[in-house]
């Protein structure tokens, strides 16, 4: 997820642009550039870092003034976080500079096209080849509007691109699929930004574009098409937040905004990895078949969070591929010895690639001649850059400390790692893994379902602010989300809470129940292993008749936990191993309006920090 804005009017473009990205740098901070029309030509700077650093760029090497310009703060995804990689791109002739947020899936192929036609591309990115593309077709064309439009209907994949050309000096062009991009309106001043926090400032009229759209402003002008160049549909709104909740998407917290974005971070994380045949291509692995053949362990190193992913990456592994898989706290990992060799393929997951313990372990690891793969959300972090290869995440930024879409994209992404492995290793069909690649492309719509029905888990949640415990008991998969479910509570209501697998409460934690004591089970699907379904519901059977508040986590149809309930969450019905997708959902939501009820900062819980960079 990047930050663009786009200006045409009659102040300095660069304050507007850098203003602007000030409130978006939460979208991503691994870079930032801008570019501005001045003197018949295109100035432009750019820098690696925060915007901080780019702001001190043009100290030391101010650009001309212009009333025309655009902005980027970036969030890597094709290409580590360098000078280079960063957003504006520009063509050779540097007539053209374009921004981009999202990912272009068939940018290869075009790549190889440009350089076969000549051109010369100096980043690893996928922008980059749009800046060329529009440099051609403007040339044939002689509008950026039309050249955007027979642009973009040869990309594959999510965009917001916004871009100028030098011939065109009072236009500024911009191009939506999949990605946000909001037009500000203003006196003689128009704004191009990926949401209103950026503009409000200056405007609080606004116009969201829709799917597969051209939009072109100039100071007094918004035209917008379609890709074919046709009218199009758009709706045009009043912006009541002020400048904070905006940045938040006018949700209340980061958390809400992270919580609700996980449909959209599930589905980014398989872009690009499911073909047009639905086949699993994890091309992107720089870890040779051979190597995943003669894997004889996989052992999985990560904290908090991470951990419980690994826990549920776990299941998945075994379950495909066949090959024993540990899951270890990375805290704990180097320092009781472990068995590791060549042979051994370690899986390092980080939300932020920065968590010294899961460093120190992957580092451990490799020393003993394990082969590392990191699953991680932060592109070009310490963890990946010092893995053998990386599976990246595409949750976009995650602010709120407590992680919740980051989650939910590392069980994506371990579950392609199994299936590729299962694939690799031919413990898997191909149809077998076609029908779970089917299922886990659906799944980002059943937690979109989920989200929908949460009303009575925050309502719930309200009436428990006064408590001072909660259990979290599952099997199976369920068993790490409980653990989740409580950590989320631990960390952000700041009260005890606890996870069990529900299979042990006889060995000693039944004797915590007592009357009123709130219960949260999460229930396996009765379709799969119908054995551990019966013996949990026995479990609620069991902590009711002793008191309990049963809050029952199940699938749509699961009629045999209804007398056993005091609450009842329904989820989708998912396979028995996907579940942990849309179980995990309700008990966020819970957590962050019990929090909310209990008075605490959701973003920034005590005691916490988004990344734990010491041991
Ligand atoms: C989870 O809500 C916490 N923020 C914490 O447990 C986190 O998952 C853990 O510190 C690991 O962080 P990482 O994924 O960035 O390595």
């Not at 374009?98 to 010369?120: K, S, Y």
């Not at 400048?243 to 994380?269: C, H, N, R, W």
């Not at 989920?450 to 979290?472: G, I, Q, S």
Request: proline fraction near 4%; aromatic fraction near 4%; include cysteine.
């Amino acid at each position: 997820m990047c930050g663009i804005v786009g200006y045409v009017g009659g102040q300095s473009a660069l304050d507007v642009v850098v203003t602007g990205l000030k409130r978006l740098e939460y979208r991503g901070y691994d870079s930032a550039g801008v570019a501005v029309l001045s003197d018949g030509g295109i100035a432009a700077a750019k820098k690696a870092g925060k915007l901080v650093n780019l702001e001190k760029e043009l100290v030391d090497r101010p650009l001309p003034g212009g009333s025309v310009g655009i902005g980027h703060t970036r969030w890597a995804t094709h290409g580590g976080p360098t000078d280079a990689n960063a957003h504006p791109h520009l063509d050779n002739a540097g007539r053209v500079a374009v921004v981009h947020n999202g990912i272009i899936e068939n940018f290869a192929a075009l790549r190889e096209e440009l350089v076969e036609r000549g051109h010369t591309l100096l980043s690893e990115t996928d922008t980059e080849t749009v800046a060329h593309l529009l440099a051609e077709e403007f040339s044939s064309v002689g509008d950026l509007a039309e050249a955007m439009r027979l642009v973009c209907r040869r990309l594959d994949g999510a965009f917001t691109l916004v871009a100028v050309h030098a011939d065109q000096p009072d236009v500024v062009v911009g191009a939506r699929r999949n990605s946000p991009l909001v037009v500000g309106v203003g006196e003689g001043e128009n704004f191009l930004a990926s949401d209103v926090s950026a503009f409000i400032a200056h405007t609080r009229s606004a116009i969201e574009l829709g799917q597969d759209q051209v939009v072109e402003l100039t100071r007094d002008g918004v035209t917008v098409t379609d890709f074919d160049g046709g009218p199009a549909d758009v709706r045009a709104y009043h912006v009541d937040w002020d400048a904070s909740a905006a940045e938040k998407g006018g949700y209340a917290s980061f958390m809400l905004k992270e919580i609700a974005e996980q449909p959209k971070a599930v589905a980014d994380t398989l872009l690009g990895r499911i073909d047009a045949a639905g086949r699993l291509t994890l091309d992107e692995l720089r870890i040779p078949a051979t190597v995943l053949r003669e894997a004889d362990k996989v052992v999985v190193v990560a904290c908090g969070t991470a951990f419980h992913a690994g826990l549920i990456a776990k299941y998945a592994i075994e379950h495909w591929t066949r090959i024993p898989c540990e899951v270890e706290l990375a805290s704990e990992f180097r320092y009781r010895d472990p068995i590791l060799n060549r042979r051994t393929l370690v899986i390092a997951i980080s939300q932020s690639g920065e968590t010294m313990d899961t460093l120190m372990a992957l580092r451990h690891a490799r020393e003993q001649g394990a082969k590392v793969l990191a699953v991680c959300n932060t592109n070009g972090s310490t963890i990946p850059r010092e893995s053998d290869a990386v599976l990246y995440t595409h949750a976009g930024p995650e602010v709120a400390v407590a992680s919740t879409k980051a989650f939910l994209t590392q069980l994506v992404a371990c579950y392609l790692l199994a299936l590729y492995l299962g694939q690799v290793r031919g413990t898997q069909w191909g149809d077998e893994i076609n029908a779970v690649v089917r299922d886990l492309a659906r799944i980002g719509d059943d937690v979109e379902r989920v989200l929908e029905t949460m009303e009575p888990v925050r309502a719930l949640a309200r009436t428990l602010a006064d408590k001072d415990t909660v259990l979290f008991l599952g099997r199976h998969v369920g068993h790490p989300v409980a653990l989740e479910g409580a950590l989320k509570l631990k960390e952000l209501a700041y009260m005890h809470a606890e996870g069990f697998a529900a299979g042990e409460l006889k060995h000693g934690p039944i004797a915590l129940i007592e009357e009123g004591l709130p219960v949260v089970v999460v229930v396996p699907s009765p379709r799969g292993r119908s054995v551990l379904h019966d013996k949990i519901v026995s479990n609620i059977q069991e902590i009711r008749a002793r008191g309990a508040r049963t809050i029952v986590i199940a699938e749509e149809g699961d009629e045999a936990v209804v007398p056993y309930a005091d609450h009842l969450v329904r989820i989708p019905a998912t396979p028995t191993l996907l579940q942990p997708l849309v179980a995990t959902v309700p008990l966020q939501v819970f957590a962050c309006e019990l929090a909310t009820a209990r008075g605490n900062e959701v973003d920034q819980p005590r005691n916490l920090a988004k990344s734990v960079t010491v041991e």
